[in-house]
């Protein structure tokens, strides 16, 4: 599983570089788009999916003390989180497509761009925005389809205090999917200059 | 991955780990808000990777795992810092020799890209 993970550091890597890269060239555009996303979107999100990582290491640990239950408990309250996450992620996509902030789509903001600004850099920004915050949902989705799984295997009673190497590996998945976002939140959200200028 | 005598990391750990990294996003949201020059991306950063070695050493139980396991995790991290350190130390040294070159665009005529 870990190697599985070493691939996806990678994949995930080279998206940041690509970021840093393009932010570095254009770096005014870029904090311009990046203001103009909501603060209180991405932080209520990281709070979710760090309480689904709780959830889910408790799962983990339900597993290995052989508690089914509470296993199932978890495993479920962690889903009802993921999917939270997802609600709040896709309310923040339809304020984007209402505030015309979707790059190809429907791209022609008017509020929050100062003059002068090179609005092409601004979309390129949101072109970031959106492919790494829909790669890192489709991994969501990905992680709520394994859970299920845990979740009826479970139910099946297939788990005991020696076998439980499939909820421990969910569980791996699932906190690094919460580490991506934990480096999402502050460089899309936070880096662009959001205290007073001037 | 299987193997079963391991470490059980205690239910208090787990909530202390939980709070501290609310505590952190909390700090790291604040922080945003205040003027600190260059230092805002560093701090940003910096909460973000302290963040994520909690998230590894202890939800991940990697604290507990076996050296194989570290050295695979600390072999894809010097992956990754190779290509951003690389990448970086190309991307910001361009166009600083005031030689000018047949190459590319001199600096008396700056790329487009470098506005």
Known sequence: ????????????????????????????????????LEVKFGATNTAVLIGSSLTMALAVHAAQTGKRKALMIFLVVTMVLGMVFLGIKFTEYVHKWNEFLVPGLRFAP?????????????????????????????????????????LILAYKNRFSKTY??????????????????????????????????? | MAEHAEHIVPVKTYVIIFLSLLFLTGLTTGVAYIDLGPFNTVAALAIAVIKMLLVILFFMHVKYSPKLTKLVIVAAFFWLALLLTFTMADEFTRNWSPIPNNWGPSISAPAPRMQ
């Open chain 1, 164 to 198: 439980f190497a499939p909820v421990e590996v969910a569980g791996l998945y699932w906190h690094f999917v919460d580490i991506v976002w934990i480096f999402l939140f502050p460089l899309l959200y936070l880096i662009g200059g959001r205290y007073p200028h001037g």
């Open chain 1, 1 to 36: 599983m870990w190697v599985f993970l070493v691939t996806e550091i990678m994949f995930f890597g080279g998206l940041f570089c690509g970021y840093a890269i393009y932010r570095g060239m254009y770096l005014p555009a870029f904090e311009v788009g990046s203001r103009i």
């Open chain 1, 110 to 150: 008017t509020e929050g761009i100062p003059a002068g600004t090179s609005l092409p850099h601004v979309e390129l920004f949101f072109c970031f925005y959106f492919f790494m915050t829909l790669v890192h949902a489709l991994h969501m989705v990905i992680g709520l389809g394994i859970l299920t799984t845990l």
